[in-house]
């Protein structure tokens, strides 16, 4: 056993040095290159410049009509990830929010904000069609706030030359008998909501829960895509959107938006002609990244949550998969319940033709609509269901590819086809499709990498949260990378034995 442990451990230390030792290579030969860019002075250069924008946004919006210009936009999902792009020379500027902004650029000493905005606008919060009576009561309850002053203290706290200077807080006793007041946000907008110490902070969250308390319900803070949370609100899985949305035609299309509560602008990040100097890997970068704030925690709970989420889904996997599998194989055998096989088939063309992020959204949002059930548990099911497919043709061939003279050797002996099945076709079969359906394994580890689009915190979006509070996307990538190296690299040593063992017994 010890000997097993120390060549296992020696493969992990093995993998990691090669990886290491592949970035600091890369990083030294490449890691100062850009690509050379346009000269972005102002709104006239736009034309036949690509433009890096956050994916549904109003800056997204707006510069679309500069594509009958020749100019090129390049939507991200987050406004960090643009900027990257942009300090890489991919694109020639960022169109974003100006508080966002000028978040990125005190963390980035090689860019600069265009003086002259694009253009102005007021952010509103989004509430499903239908929900007059409700957009009513959060209209008034803004109206309140901001005749009271609240809301700008609450905006100035985050905002401007006093920062820090107001906290809001609950009034004490506040009955919230009225239900639960669920939010719909993207944290990952500095500084109207991002996450600070394990919990959601920003101009837009307090404002979500000053406005729970004056409805007398009690907040709960759903964290997505920026572009699922219309989606969300439309769909019912919250009761409001707020995340630093304008409302524009489009939107008001398919959403209801409450009065504005703040005024922002569209502005132009372009590269100031300095070179950051700052190195893609030193002890400073690893503190602010993972040490500060204790960030470490969002990639230990999202590791959790992906295991939790893996297991769970391969076991629902492998059930289904198995009973798929020989009812498929039993039907084409006997020839006997042509519609259960016509079903079966049905099924996995559906499953493995459709991708498995639309898999999981069509069952969140459409599905399970109206439930509230927990988002983990919505997660296990598209996972387990997709991952059914694949294992039934895997075992399925496994099964076919057992001579069929030993079945009717077992059934010329008296066996019945179950137990044909049980005691002789199957322990082969797995013993031949394992390295099969190890591969499966892994490969349903990696795909839990989408579970962000419906809110799960896993592995992949810990990793985005730290992106998104420092600013730096090589060590918090290359983090998240290894860690699913160094699963990968466990599964396949124990998957190994694992053979060793089924091929010893064999003999």
């Avoid at 294992?391 to 086809?417: K, M, P, T």
Wanted: aromatic residues 8%; negative net charge; hydrophobic residues 40%.
């Amino acid at each position: 056993m010890r000997n097993h442990s120390s060549k296992l451990t020696g493969r992990i230390i093995a993998v990691l040095f090669i990886v290491t030792t592949i970035i600091f290579t890369c990083t030294a030969c490449f890691g100062g290159d850009t690509e050379k860019t346009k000269e972005i002075t102002g709104e006239q250069d736009l034309k036949g410049a690509k433009i890096g924008v956050q994916l549904g946004t109003v800056g997204d919006t707006y510069v679309s009509d500069y594509k009958k210009d020749g100019a090129t936009v390049v939507q991200y999902n987050k406004g960090a990830d643009a900027v990257q792009a942009l300090k890489k020379g991919k694109v020639d500027c960022v169109v974003i929010d100006q508080q966002p902004a000028k978040a990125f650029v005190e963390e980035n000493q090689d860019l600069k904000i265009l003086e002259e905005p694009l253009t102005t606008e007021e952010y509103a919060i989004c509430i499903a069609k239908g929900k007059e009576d409700f957009l009513n009561k959060v209209n008034s309850a803004l109206e309140k706030l901001d005749k009271n002053g609240t809301l700008k203290k609450i905006e100035g706290n985050y905002i401007g030359d006093n920062k820090g200077s107001y906290q809001y807080k609950s009034p004490e006793n506040v009955n919230r008998s009225n239900g639960k007041l669920v939010v719909a946000t993207n944290a990952a907008f500095e500084p109207y909501e991002y996450v600070e110490g394990g919990k959601f902070v920003g101009v837009d969250m307090d404002i979500s829960q000053a406005i729970a308390d004056e409805l007398g319900m009690e907040l709960k803070i759903e964290d997505m895509e920026f572009d699922s949370i219309v989606t969300a609100v439309s769909s019912g899985k919250a009761d409001m959107g707020i995340a630093g949305m304008t409302v524009t035609e489009d939107r008001l299309k398919n959403i209801n938006f409450t009065e504005p509560y703040t005024t922002s602008y569209q502005v132009i990040i372009v590269p100031n002609g300095k070179s950051d100097t700052t190195a893609l890997i030193s002890g400073e970068k690893f503190i602010n990244d993972f040490i500060v704030d204790s960030r470490w925690q969002y990639i230990v709970q999202g590791l959790l949550t992906t295991l939790e989420i893996t297991v769970l889904a391969a076991l629902m996997g492998l059930v289904l998969g198995f009973l798929i599998a020989i009812g498929r194989v039993t039907c084409d055998n006997t020839g006997k319940c042509k519609i259960l096989n016509w079903l079966l088939k049905a099924y996995l063309t559906v499953i493995r033709g459709t991708p498995t992020m639309i898999q999981l959204l069509i069952i969140y949002y459409i599905i399970f609509a109206s439930s509230d059930i927990d988002k983990v548990i919505v997660a296990v099911i598209a996972f387990g269901l997709n991952s059914s497919a694949y294992i039934a043709e895997i075992v399925r061939s496994g099964i076919n590819s057992i001579d069929v003279g030993q079945f009717e050797a077992a059934r010329s002996l008296g066996f019945s086809y179950s137990q044909t099945m049980w005691n002789f076709i199957i322990p082969q079969a797995i013993r031949n499709v394992l390295p099969a359906l190890g591969n499966e394994l892994i490969v349903l580890l990696k795909e839990t990498s989408i579970s962000g689009y419906i809110g799960i915190m896993d592995l992949t979006r810990g990793g985005d949260y730290i992106r998104s509070r420092t600013y730096d996307a090589f060590l918090p990538l290359i983090l998240v990378a290894l860690v699913y190296l160094v699963i990968v690299v466990i599964l396949t040593a124990l998957l190994g034995k694992l053979e060793k063992r089924l091929k010893n017994d064999g003999r």
